[in-house]
Nanobody, 121 residues
């Protein structure tokens, strides 16, 4: 599975962005997908995840109620709708795929290249 993240950009605090993670390859519908992010000078952290069917979703406490993850297996794409953005959401966002839905970074075998989100105050 190959992943490509897109949709990042510069937005003012309180604004919204939608990230996309487009997959190529076979059996995308069998994989759980997650978004991670890495802010400057910080370690990469889990943001949100979704199981293969889309029926279960997971969020970090810091984004719960503001971000929504979804997927369209027919389009081989996972989305992250980000609302009420804050300056502390500024980071490079990565999507990743794994055989199980987990918040553990080391479980993810496939990674996209990252897309930069910058939230100005």
């Amino acid at each position: 599975v190959q992943l490509q993240a897109s949709g990042g950009g510069l937005v003012q605090a309180g604004g919204s962005l939608r990230l996309s993670c487009a997959a190529s390859g076979r059996n995308f519908g069998s994989y759980a997908v997650a978004w991670f992010r890495q802010a400057p000078g910080k370690e990469r952290e889990f943001v949100s995840g979704i199981d293969w069917s889309g029926s279960s979703t997971y969020y970090a406490d810091s984004v719960k109620g503001r971000f929504t993850i979804s997927r369209d297996n027919a389009k081989k794409t996972v989305y992250l709708q980000m609302n009420s953005l804050k300056p502390e959401d500024t980071a490079v966002y990565y999507c990743a795929a794994a055989m199980i839905a987990t918040m553990q970074e080391w479980e993810y075998d496939y990674w996209g290249q990252g897309t930069l989100v910058t939230v100005s105050s």
